[in-house]
């Protein structure tokens, strides 16, 4: 063991210097729900499972457009690693044709969404302050695309920290916001769940305005403009390999964004509870997410370098940190099942049925991690499409079924859900990283240079 942690020490410096930045910044961003769940809590309690509702439905298909655009670091550290660093410029520029495009489709999407939200069968109740929400958040979807596209670009060059910054900008901003609309204060009128809303998509603007700025005029871009840059759209390459993972990212989150819509169909209290359990699991998964990101980067350096024994070690880098990280959330979520919902609510009835789900959620703790950072390794190797098919298999075709079937057809009820999240994602995490496995070893890695994709790209040997 002590053979193995010397052997790996340095890439697992390099990605969790990579991965703190990232890891806070993206803790930012579910601070935000966080923030705007605990605090419509405390305004009522019909309000914040509204919000958990409309969010839920708005991030089924805004997750496509966010993973798409992780493509751009991907390609961007792909060609850092091929010592072409001043590419970052052109596959900017193509960022943002994609991201008009994505945002044109989304908010069309989401108005569909928003006048056929019964559909979804909750109460009156829920789904008319849910819809409302949908329609306002609506407005912050460009924000979102154009926040990634500078985000994903600084990512891929290494540089992760102005994303974290401009994050907890946006974390004290929404926060402030939320305080002086939701509740009225300082002359604001009481908009209670539409406050939350307005103060989410003012805050999203303004990241992406800070975030765009700071990503074109950052020194490291400054000097790049300076090289003799190829002059081609990146607009494609970003598609090819972001579709494939905006489509991992819906599967997987659509997924429990149905499963609190099932939940919804039990009660609004089992709804608030699914919620509360779900917002402290997002808290633990985004410390993965980053060192997924990480990870991604990382082994598209190598892979740009044609490196094939530092991609496979980079992968089980990732690995070996999430694995260490993983526990002690387990340990967290087990010791602490029982004073964790306190945080959000004084409800007595919320407060006995959510303990077990946070349990439950203490089980899958190292599979969610794994199956998050499995994904990323193999993004950085452009292998996204069987990942994508992974995440269909295990989510809809095993997890989502099973969630139905022990939830309405056991006496399990809401514990059922949950119990299906440990199955699905625990056969994710297996699938993926005996994907990497294969698709990490020398004999299996196929290089294929920037702007050049054919349907019989190079191997490693040629």
């Known amino acids: 063991m002590l053979k193995i942690y010397h052997s790996y020490k340095d890439l697992v410096w390099s990605i969790s210097k990579l991965a703190f930045p990232i890891t806070i910044g993206q803790l930012g961003l579910i601070l935000m ?10 305004y009522k309690t019909l309000d914040m499972s509204a919000a958990g509702f409309g969010n839920a439905i708005f991030f089924l298909f805004m997750l ?17 690693g091929e010592e072409r660093p001043q590419q970052a410029i052109p596959i900017f520029f193509s960022s943002i044709k994609v991201a008009f495009f994505l945002s044109v489709v989304l908010m069309a999407v989401n108005i569909g969404l928003y006048y056929n939200l019964s559909i979804f069968k909750q109460s009156p109740e829920l789904t008319k302050l849910g819809a409302e929400y949908i329609w306002i958040v609506n407005f912050s979807v460009p924000a979102l695309m154009f926040f990634n596209c500078g985000k994903q670009l600084l990512d891929g060059l290494g540089k992760t920290q102005i994303s974290m910054y401009v994050t907890f900008f946006g974390l004290l901003l929404n926060v402030l916001l939320n305080y002086l609309l939701i509740f009225g204060k300082w002359g604001f009128d009481e908009m209670g769940l539409a406050g939350a809303a307005w103060a989410t998509v003012i805050s999203r603007v303004a990241m992406a305005v800070i975030m765009m700025i700071w990503a074109w005029w950052h020194p490291l871009m400054n000097d790049l403009k300076t090289r003799s840059i190829e002059q081609m759209s990146y607009f494609k390459e970003i598609l090819k390999i972001g579709i494939p993972v905006g489509f991992t990212f819906f599967f997987e989150i659509a997924a429990f964004s149905i499963a609190l819509v099932f939940a919804g169909m039990l009660s609004n209290v089992h709804s608030a509870a699914h919620q509360i359990a779900i917002n402290l699991a997002s808290v633990t998964y985004m ?26 070690r980079s992968g089980f880098a990732a690995i070996i940190i999430t694995i260490h990280i993983e526990i002690v ?8 099942y029982k004073e964790l919902p306190a945080i959000y609510t004084n409800d007595p009835e919320l407060l006995l049925i959510t303990p077990p789900l946070i349990l439950l959620a203490a089980v899958f703790q190292m599979s969610d991690g794994l199956q998050a950072v499995g994904a990323g390794v193999l993004r950085g190797i452009k292998d996204t499409r069987i990942t994508g098919i992974i995440a269909f298999v295990c989510y809809w075709l095993i997890m989502i079924p099973g969630a139905y079937y022990l939830c309405f057809y056991t006496n399990m009820g809401i514990n059922g859900i949950w119990l299906a999240f440990v199955i699905g994602l625990t056969l994710a ?29 190079k191997t490693a040997d040629n």
């Open 33 to 42: 729900g966080f923030a705007d769940v605990v605090m419509l809590g405390n």
């Open 64 to 80: 496509l457009g966010v993973g798409t655009m992780y493509a751009v670091s991907t390609i961007t550290s792909i060609a850092d």
């Open 287 to 312: 410390f993965v997410t980053g060192i997924s990101a990480a990870g991604n980067i990382i082994v598209g350096n190598h892979y740009g370098a044609n490196d094939a024994v530092g991609i496979r």
């Open 329 to 336: 959330f387990a340990l967290v979520f087990f010791i602490f």
């Open 429 to 457: 995490a297996v699938f993926l990283l005996y994907r990497f496995n294969k698709m990490s070893k020398p004999e299996n890695i196929h290089f294929e240079h920037l702007g050049h994709f054919d349907e019989h790209p």
